[in-house]
């Protein structure tokens, strides 16, 4: 029992070095102001790296966006796949998959949009302006990733913003700052010295759909190649789940 | 490599796009291509052409008009429409959609409110009821010269609209089923092929003329031969890889049974009306005629919901083909609803009838026989 409680309170130990040192890294990048930059002209370019070998699918990511940013029921502005591989016969693997927006730098949910609500703000972070969205939903086919959606109570255009107004205040977006396993880790990409920089440097990392060219800012340690694009896999959705029972259980993959 | 994968946990998305989009997409194709098809009877004056004129251009009205009500509808935020007109964003169709659209609406509205100001001008000239309306309506006048250059400019914002509408949808790369070279060919193909169902529905129901009936049965026939190849050419270039945008459009789809059911029913729905139209091309107007209208209408209603359907990232299919519930249902039955009462309305207080090719600057207008021209 003893040597238990020790062994978990060791691993809560490294993941708050882990969290300490990603929070020092960004408000070291961010400086006082967060964004702006500072006197020696630097501009910081956020980005993200979610290292999947530390991700456990405990999802408290995704309730602390939806607590964080006010996410209505029925959206998710980030959340975690969670999918089941088996290779070749072998034993099942659990493999998760944190998704959010990926704050492109070519975005092709920026060009579509007919008012210039959806921009590209000065520290790399794709945002929409509410009070301009006309919620045409034209940004939320043109994202290759799903990321975005029509938020039912602004009935705007939504999505991850990176937490805008906490990195703007030097902290760290709320996933990140909950990240129970330390997968999640946030940063300024335009510092040689940052973490993620770092991890970048020493990781061989990916990015979902490479060949949509959209230059995204999220980049994933250990990503399995049949998960970087649509997953041809079975679905964890079907329609009969929603028609309720007596349907064949047969007809997976119809799930229209 | 064998790799299985099963999806534990996963995000549904929801069609963002609702059956309103559908019903915009369709009535404006309809009204568009309608529009292309009154302009040579009119324009040229034709007696002969004049009936098929009248029934396009009536059909290019009422469509017109309930078409941006329902685009309208689509938006999240309809009351910020006036934000398309100040903050016009150059990279995007939609924006240039925003100028075309009204353009367009506005410019067909005159050319039919000039193709009849001499039946406007002649009720008003009558001694009953409504006369001072009419007077009225033709702004005391009976001179329409100015209806051809109307007459072009409206095709060309038809034209207009067939590029922006097509292009819209198709540059959305995210969308393999939206993002082939065929979908603005297709959309203005199937428009005719909604636009002639129409013609065929309303000749039957207000003018019982045989042999406009054949004729609209033969070009129907014609649109629908249209539809076949380019569905077949589409369906080949995508099965031989030939074209890579339509193979990853087809490798989206294929393997979900739901998917040859839709393939067989489009492929029935072009089929069928197109012998129908070619063997018994009279009295059969009311068959051909609706097949036609339902098949433009699927083939929308399949692209953009079908489309949303597909998941981005996630595995299988979401459920979007049938968002219906109460709100898309409302929408469908709405726009068909205003669409209806503006074709009573249109063929109860117009002098439909009686419009006729533009006369020339020179010479006074005078409607052209109408009823009998039939
Ligand atoms: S992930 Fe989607 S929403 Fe986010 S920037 Fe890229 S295209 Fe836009
Ligand atoms: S929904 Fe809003 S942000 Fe998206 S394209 Fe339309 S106006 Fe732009």
Redesign the interface.
């Known amino acids: 029992m003893d040597a238990t409680r020790r062994g978990f309170l060791g691993a809560v130990g490294r993941v708050t070095i882990g969290a300490a040192a990603s929070v020092a890294g960004a408000s070291q990048s961010a400086g006082a102001a967060g964004a702006a930059p500072d006197d020696s002209g630097h501009r910081p370019h956020w980005g993200m790296v979610v290292d999947l070998r530390k991700c456990i699918g405990c999802q408290a990511c995704t309730v602390a966006c939806i607590m964080e940013n006010d996410v209505p029921e029925d959206a998710f502005r980030t959340h975690v796949s969670v999918y089941e591989l088996v290779k070749d016969g072998q034993d099942p693997a659990m493999v998760m998959l944190p998704r959010l927006c990926n704050h492109c730098d070519n975005p092709p949910c920026l060009p579509v949009c007919p008012v210039e609500a959806t921009f590209k703000a000065e520290n790399g972070e794709v945002l929409v302006d509410a009070s301009k969205c006309v919620g045409c939903a034209y940004c939320v086919q043109a994202c290759p990733y799903d990321a975005r959606f029509i938020n039912h109570e602004t009935q705007t255009a939504d999505k991850c913003t990176f937490c805008f107004h906490r990195t703007s205040v030097g902290l760290l977006p709320a996933c990140v700052e909950t990240c129970v396993g330390g997968a999640r880790n946030f940063g300024d990409l335009n510092d040689p010295d940052s973490e993620v920089s770092r991890m970048l440097r020493d990781n061989e990392v990916s990015v979902l759909r490479p060949e949509m060219h959209t230059n995204p800012n999220v980049y994933y340690i250990g990503l399995d190649d049949v998960l970087d694009g649509r997953v041809a896999g079975e679905a964890a959705y079907h329609a009969e789940m929603v028609a309720g029972p007596g349907h064949d259980a047969a007809q997976h993959g119809e799930g229209l | 490599?064998?790799?299985?994968?099963?999806?534990?946990?996963?995000?549904?998305?929801?069609a963002?796009?609702l059956p309103w989009a559908v019903q915009y997409f369709f009535l404006i194709a309809i009204s568009v291509t309608a529009l292309l098809m009154a302009l040579p009877g009119f324009l040229s004056g034709r007696a002969d052409q004049l009936p098929r004129a009248r029934l396009a251009l009536m059909v290019a009205v009422t469509t017109g008009i309930t078409a941006p009500i329902a685009l309208l509808a689509?938006?999240?935020?309809p009351f910020?429409?006036w934000?398309?007109f100040?903050?016009?964003?150059k990279?995007?169709?939609?924006?240039w959609?925003?100028w075309v659209v009204p353009s367009y609406v506005g410019l067909t509205l005159a050319f039919a409110w000039a193709v009849h100001r001499p039946g406007f001008a002649s009720l008003g000239r009558e001694d009953w009821r409504f006369a001072w309306l009419f007077r009225w309506l033709s702004l005391g006048g009976e001179s329409n010269w100015f209806a051809r250059p109307l007459g072009i400019a409206a095709g060309a914002a038809a034209l207009g609209i067939l590029v922006y509408t097509g292009m819209?949808v198709m540059?959305?790369?995210?969308?393999p089923l939206?993002n082939t070279p065929f979908l603005p060919l297709q959309f203005a193909a199937t428009g005719c092929v909604g636009a002639l169902g129409v013609m065929l529905v309303l000749e039957r129901a207000l003018c019982r003329a045989p042999a406009l009936e054949a004729r609209l049965n033969r070009q129907l026939a014609l649109a629908l031969a249209v539809v076949g190849a380019l569905g077949v050419a589409w369906f080949a270039l995508a099965s031989s890889g030939l074209s890579p945008r339509h193979a990853e459009a087809l490798a989206?789809v294929a393997?979900?049974?739901?998917w040859y059911r839709i393939a067989t029913w489009g492929a029935l729905a072009i089929a069928v009306p197109f012998v129908l139209a070619l063997a018994l091309p009279r009295n059969t107007g009311w068959v051909t005629g609706l097949i036609a209208i339902h098949a433009a209408w699927m083939f929308r209603w399949t692209v953009f919901m079908?489309g949303?359907?597909?998941?981005?990232?996630?595995?299988?299919?979401?459920?979007?083909?049938?968002p219906a519930g109460l709100d898309g249902l409302m929408g469908v039955i709405g726009t068909f609803g205003l669409w209806i009462f503006l074709l009573i309305a249109y063929t109860t207080f117009l002098p439909w009838q009686e419009a006729g090719a533009p006369q020339d600057r020179a010479h006074p207008a005078t409607p052209a026989k109408s009823a009998g021209s039939f």
């Open positions: 490599m064998q790799v299985q994968i099963h999806e534990l946990v996963g995000a549904v998305h929801e963002a796009w689509d938006l999240h935020q910020r429409f934000e398309f100040v903050y016009t964003h990279t995007s169709w939609m924006a959609g925003a819209e540059v959305v790369r995210a969308r939206w989206s393997g979900f049974p739901v079908g949303q359907a597909v998941p981005k990232v996630g595995s299988g299919l979401y459920d979007a083909l049938m």
